[in-house]
Nanobody, 120 residues
């Protein structure tokens, strides 16, 4: 089983910054893509940013220039640096990762979600 544990959320004023972390653990042979998604009340879950095993990144248009995704392969951890936060960034943020388990079976796992609230 693969577990993803998020940390770093909370309450921040508009214009402020937060850094989210997501650590993967369990029977992992390899990690492919890792990413962050978010879901605001009454809205569908949406992609925020993803990073591939090779380090390629892609971002939602709404966060380009403000958010940065990066990772530490040795720690199996992905980060999301969020700057210039806006009230519309308020949501539950979910970590996602896919790859292969130790015995070769693929996995696609989600974290439990972490609240980010940006006050105006």
């Amino acid at each position: 089983q693969v577990q993803l544990v998020e940390s770093g959320g909370g309450l921040v004023q508009a214009g402020g910054s937060l850094r989210l972390s997501c650590a993967a653990s369990g029977s992992i042979f390899s990690l492919n893509d890792m990413g962050w998604y978010r879901q605001a009340p009454g809205k569908q879950r949406e992609l925020v940013a993803r990073i591939s095993s090779g380090g390629s990144t892609n971002y939602a248009d709404s966060v380009k220039g403000r958010f940065t995704i990066f990772k530490n392969n040795a720690k199996k951890t992905v980060y999301l640096q969020m700057n210039s936060l806006k009230p519309e960034d308020t949501a539950v943020y979910y970590c996602n990762a896919d790859g292969e388990r130790s015995w070769g079976a693929p996995f696609d796992s989600w974290g439990q979600g972490i609240q980010v609230t940006v006050s105006s």
